[in-house]
């Protein structure tokens, strides 16, 4: 069956120290890939997405990075994390266009 | 930028009762999505309605979408405790761009 893994669940991480956030599916190929970041109690603000290995689209300039090394790999970076990256990040995919979007648990990032 | 906007933003209402919410957006979409989040958890896909549907039903959701004023509605009857969530409308816009735009989400408490 088709599922989507994140983790870890919860991290707190000082201010300036890296981050990678990875998350993986199984279960399908070529997806969509999908980084999403949620403060408390808002809505989410899509971050990165990719259609393919090595292809990464960028919503919002900052210190984030995400890469896709391989077909159903997806991983958020910082190499030096502020305050403000603080938040709840979600991991979706997709199959195809136009179809659900299935979400990770989440990761929640206190930066600290 | 955000794409759909919900209203409102929170609702209370006694269980038993239907819960209606709404998402308004700005350009043309392929399909809109809902779907629901539990505190700290994932998102869950409810129902997708496409660009040229205009009424869709799953169980107790009913989803409606008006394209020509940019806005959809979901309604949730008779409503349980188990409803207490966060719900969330989606756009799948037209351009060749595989984004998935979230609006900020409507939070749904239901008062035993």
């Known amino acids: 069956s088709q599922t989507i893994h994140q983790w870890p669940a919860t991290l707190v991480q000082p201010v300036g120290s890296p981050l990678s956030l990875e998350c993986t599916v199984e279960?399908?190929?070529?997806?969509?890939l999908y980084w999403y970041r949620q403060a408390a109690g808002r809505g989410l603000q899509l971050l990165f997405y990719s259609v393919g290995i090595g292809q990464i689209s960028s919503e919002v300039p900052q210190n984030l990075s995400a890469s896709r090394p391989q077909d159903r790999q997806f991983i958020l970076s910082s190499k030096k994390l502020l305050l403000s990256d603080s938040g709840f990040y979600l991991c979706?995919?997709?199959?195809?266009?136009?179809?659900?979007?299935?979400f990770g648990q989440g990761t929640r990032l206190t930066v600290v | 930028s955000q794409q759909g906007e919900e209203d409102p933003q929170a609702l209370s209402i006694q269980e038993g009762e239907n819960a209606t919410m709404n998402c308004s957006y700005k350009t043309s979409i392929n399909n809109l999505q809902w779907y629901r989040q539990n505190s700290g958890r994932g998102l869950v896909h409810l129902i997708l309605?496409?660009?040229?549907?205009r009424e869709k039903h799953s169980g107790r959701l009913r989803v409606t979408l008006d394209t020509s004023k940019k806005s959809s509605s979901l309604l949730i009857t008779a409503s349980r405790a188990a409803d207490t969530a966060s719900y969330f409308c989606?756009?799948?816009?037209?351009?060749?761009?595989?984004?998935?735009?979230f609006g900020k989400g409507t939070r749904l408490h239901i008062l035993p």
């Open positions: 979706a995919w997709i199959v195809r266009r136009n179809t659900e979007a299935f």
């Open positions: 279960g399908t190929s070529n997806p969509n």
């Open positions: 989606a756009t799948a816009g037209l351009n060749r761009d595989d984004k998935i735009i």
């Open positions: 309605i496409r660009s040229n549907e």
